[in-house]
């Protein structure tokens, strides 16, 4: 085993943790290290609306009040970066995809979903990483407001790939037949993301 990984498993163990939580590669800190690409947008939560379309029976707008009015839903859950971190216990509160599901009607063709967030970034990732019971879109970290530099005033978790593909300053999301890489995705990075797997980058 990688020296690396013996040091890291080592500090899991003297924090109290299972090391078997932690994902190969990866190292865990307390800590939320802020990494995006490009500015903190600002958003006015009085014209801001969130849009979910694509291959659904409804296409659905909703304002920020709207959302909120839907029922919401806690979750802790591990967040692992791609750089290297993770983070254990992480709670977010926000909207699980079953709901929005259950108001747009998702066609038997949607396999795919395509985050779009402020200033053109995107995420990819199959519809069934939306479907993961612990998956939110999310408005709330650690029991506050999330911060703009985690992505205010909403922003998607997918607990079960590299922590990229939660994207941040959400704005809609867009239901596939067929996927569609991401961002970070062009630039090289693994489209599928399983940290267990260390699909890190596709090259």
Known sequence: MPLFRSKAEDKVRDAGYDPARLPPGQYLTDKWPVLHAGSVPR????????????????????????L??????????????VT?????????RGVHWS?????VRPKPSA????AHA????????PIAALHDEHA?????????????????????????????KSAKWLRGLELRPTD???????YGYHNQADYWKEERYGF
């Open 84 to 92: 290297r971190w993770s983070r254990f216990d992480t709670s977010f």
């Open 136 to 164: 939110l879109i999310a408005y709330e970290a650690d029991g506050e407001p999330l911060t703009p530099e985690h992505g205010w005033p909403l922003r998607l978790v997918v607990p079960s790939r590299y922590f990229w």
């Open 111 to 114: 396999r795919f979903v395509v």
């Open 180 to 186: 569609e890489p991401g961002f970070w995705e062009r």
């Open 118 to 125: 402020e200033q053109g970034f995107t995420a990819n990732v």
């Open 43 to 66: 958003t006015d939560l009085a014209t801001w609306d969130f849009r979910v379309w694509g291959e659904v029976e409804e296409p659905l707008t909703l304002t920020w009040e709207q």
């Open 99 to 103: 709901e929005l599901a259950r108001l």
């Open 68 to 81: 909120q009015a839907l029922p919401s839903k806690d979750v802790t859950i591990d967040i692992h970066c």
